[in-house]
Antibody
Framework: QLQLQESGPGLVKPSETLSVTCTVFGGSIRDTSYYWAWIRQPPGKGLEWIGS???????YFHPSVKSRVTISVDASKNQLSLRLTSVTAADTAVYFCARKEIVVLPSAVDGFDPWGQGTLVTVSS | IQLTQSPSSLSASVGDRVTITCRASQGINSYLAWYQQIPGKAPKLLIYGATTLQSGVPSRFSGSGSGTDFSLTISSLQPEDFATYYC?????????FGGGTKVEIK
């Protein structure tokens, strides 16, 4: 059963760079049947999709962070990474990674599943 | 594409039938998923393709709708169903979520 596990710094200073990784267990990040995503949730608020990456390298980002975000895959470590530069307090959130099946057949699961447990990153001096 | 959920919160009793709606600002065909989130946990996929129940999800959950208007129904609320529910569209980028509906115990 595929499991995802995020890890992050916990605390980042304003204007610095936030880096979070997601390690994939029980499956391969190379599987081209899926793509991967980062989603965040500020404390007490709703969910916000940040961006997605296909193994081919194609990426899609939310316009609100597009100029500051990098998402990459390290196949040798079976990891997904998120970098967000010039952070502010508004970037304080729980950061989740998730997998999404690429819909080709009617039987495809067209939703984010599974998700990691999330990692809280607080932006504060 | 904006997704507007209603209500934002509701109080219900065990055994009640509960319906949550999600309205899209433009047509999204059936590219809609529903998630359940218990406090402190990651969201869990309940329904995708607007109507398809994810494997392992109890049959008391059901989804309906297409185009711009969707709903999630819990036919008989159970104690473990008290949570926040989110809709999400996969029709086009940027992917978006609804604001959430918190289901509380009456």
């Amino acid at each position: 059963q595929l499991q995802l596990q995020e890890s992050g710094p916990g605390l980042v200073k304003p204007s610095e760079t936030l880096s979070v990784t997601c390690t994939v267990f029980g499956g391969s990040i190379r599987d081209t049947s899926y793509y991967w995503a980062w989603i965040r949730q500020p404390p007490g608020k709703g969910l916000e999709w940040i961006g997605s990456i296909y193994y081919s390298g194609s990426t899609y980002f939310h316009p609100s962070v597009k100029s500051r975000v990098t998402i990459s895959v390290d196949a040798s470590k079976n990891q997904l990474s998120l970098r967000l530069t010039s952070v502010t307090a508004a970037d304080t959130a729980v950061y989740f990674c998730a997998r999404k099946e690429i819909v080709v057949l009617p039987s495809a699961v067209d939703g984010f599943d599974p998700w990691g447990q999330g990692t809280l990153v607080t932006v504060s001096s | 594409i904006q997704l507007t959920q209603s209500p934002s919160s509701l109080s219900a009793s065990v055994g009640d039938r509960v319906t949550i709606t999600c309205r899209a600002s433009q047509g999204i065909n059936s590219y809609l998923a529903w998630y359940q989130q218990i406090p402190g946990k990651a969201p869990k996929l309940l329904i995708y393709g607007a109507t398809t129940l994810q494997s392992g999800v109890p049959s008391r959950f059901s989804g309906s709708g297409s185009g711009t208007d969707f709903s999630l129904t819990i036919s008989s609320l159970q104690p473990e169903d008290f949570a926040t529910y989110y809709c999400q569209q996969f029709n086009s980028y940027p992917l978006t979520f609804g604001g959430g509906t918190k289901v509380e115990i009456k």
